[in-house]
C-alpha cells in the first residue's frame, strides 16, 4: 500500500439510509448558512423529481434598512444585491453542499422568499 492510498473499509451486510428528516434537517443548515439566515427561519421540503429530488426552501431573507439604502445605495450591494439575485446565485451552492453532506442526487433547488428581516448586516468598505 502506498501512502496516497488509505485502506477500504471492510464490507458488512446492510444498508445505509439517510431518512427524511435528516435530509430536512441537513438542507435547512446549508441554506441558512448560505444565506445568512437562522436555520429555525427556514423551511424545506423534498419531492420526486423524475427519480431525483427537488428541494423547496422557503425562508425570508434580512434586507437592509431603507433609510440606509437611500443615504448609500451601496449597502444594497453589500448585502449581495437584490432578493431575487440573491436568492439565484445561492441555488447551485445549496444543490451542491446537499447532494456532497448527504449523496442524496437533487434535481433543483426552488426558493421561495416568504418575508424580510431589517438587520444591519454587511458593512459598506
Given at each position: 500500500m502506498t501512502p496516497d492510498h488509505?485502506?477500504?473499509?471492510?464490507?458488512?451486510?446492510?444498508?445505509?439510509?439517510?431518512?427524511?428528516?435528516?435530509?430536512?434537517?441537513?438542507?435547512?443548515?446549508v441554506a441558512a448558512e448560505v444565506l445568512g439566515v437562522q436555520a429555525a427561519q427556514v423551511r424545506a421540503s423534498f419531492s420526486d423529481d423524475r427519480g431525483l429530488l427537488a428541494l423547496l426552501l422557503s425562508l425570508p431573507l434580512p434586507v437592509p434598512a431603507l433609510t440606509r439604502v437611500v443615504q448609500d445605495p451601496r449597502v444594497l450591494e453589500a448585502f449581495g444585491g437584490p432578493l431575487w439575485v440573491r436568492a439565484d446565485a445561492a441555488r447551485t451552492p445549496i444543490l451542491q453542499r446537499v447532494q456532497h453532506l448527504t449523496g442524496a442526487r437533487?434535481?433543483?433547488?426552488?426558493?421561495r422568499i416568504i418575508g424580510s428581516t431589517v438587520t444591519k448586516g454587511a458593512r459598506v468598505l
Open positions: 488509505a485502506p477500504s473499509a471492510p464490507s458488512y451486510a446492510g444498508h445505509n439510509r439517510i431518512t427524511t428528516d435528516a435530509l430536512t434537517s441537513t438542507a435547512r443548515a437533487l434535481s433543483r433547488v426552488d426558493i
